[in-house]
């Protein structure tokens, strides 16, 4: 079973700062079988990216994904007040899905 | 546009089963581009995969739970259930259930609203 790690478990920065999520794989995986997702206390998580760079639905171009092998990045080119989350990363294999521990990022 | 909304028990005893259905709307449950996953979260935690079903009724598991958990489809009533046994604290989350897309990519885009399970006496 492929495990998924995050880092950082937190990152602290101001609105307009750029934020760098990684999501490490511990094989190598095809890019199409990962996801981002962003989720809001007491909300679901929401669908971000999808094969590691495509942007889902109603979420702006701050947003962008990249990598591949087993090294992946969600970057956001510059925060704004709503963008302050968790972010996990999912990958799917072998007819399971796996999801990364998580990375907040909160105000600093 | 397809939404999903989870309902059952909020507090289930330990040893029993937890048993949850979540109730398709707006689509079919029956289209060959989805699967219907669930997935639970403890709280302050992450997000834990339990397993999806297909609308013919082929169903994929965690390895972690596949034997206490059980997931089935109604498609006349447009909805899949969970089942999991012999349940303990560590059982209590919020349950959600998603869509996933059964294609070229491999991602969960609509998701119910959870609903919380709480393992108590």
């Known amino acids: 079973e492929i495990v998924l790690t995050q880092s950082p478990v937190t990152l602290s920065l101001s609105p307009g700062e750029r934020a760098t999520l990684s999501c490490r794989a511990s094989q190598s995986v095809s890019s199409t079988y990962l996801a981002w997702y962003q989720q809001k206390p007491g909300q679901a998580p929401r669908l971000l990216l999808y094969?590691?760079?495509n942007r889902a639905t109603g979420f702006p171009d701050r947003f962008s994904g990249s990598g591949s092998g087993t090294d992946f990045t969600l970057t956001i080119s510059r925060l704004e007040p709503e963008d302050f989350a968790v972010y996990y990363c999912q990958l799917f294999g072998s007819s399971l899905f796996t999801f990364g521990p998580g990375t907040t990022v909160d105000f600093k | 546009q397809v939404q999903l909304q989870e309902s059952g028990p909020g507090l289930v005893k330990p040893s029993q089963t937890l048993s949850l259905t979540c109730t398709v709307s707006?689509?079919?449950?029956?289209?060959?581009?989805?699967?219907w996953s669930w997935i639970r979260q403890s709280a302050g935690k992450g997000l834990e995969w339990i397993g999806r079903?297909?609308?013919?009724?082929?169903?994929d598991y965690s390895p972690s739970l596949k034997s206490r958990v059980t997931i089935s489809v109604d498609t006349s009533k447009n909805h899949f259930s969970l089942n999991v046994s012999s349940v303990t604290a560590a059982d209590a989350a919020v349950y959600y259930c998603?869509?996933?897309?059964?294609?070229?990519?491999?991602?969960?885009?609509?998701w119910g609203k959870g609903t919380t399970v709480t393992v108590s006496s």
């Open positions: 707006g689509g079919s449950i029956r289209t060959t581009s989805y699967y």
């Open positions: 094969g590691a760079s």
């Open positions: 079903i297909y609308g013919s009724g082929n169903a």
């Open positions: 998603a869509r996933s897309w059964n294609g070229h990519y491999y991602y969960m885009d609509v």
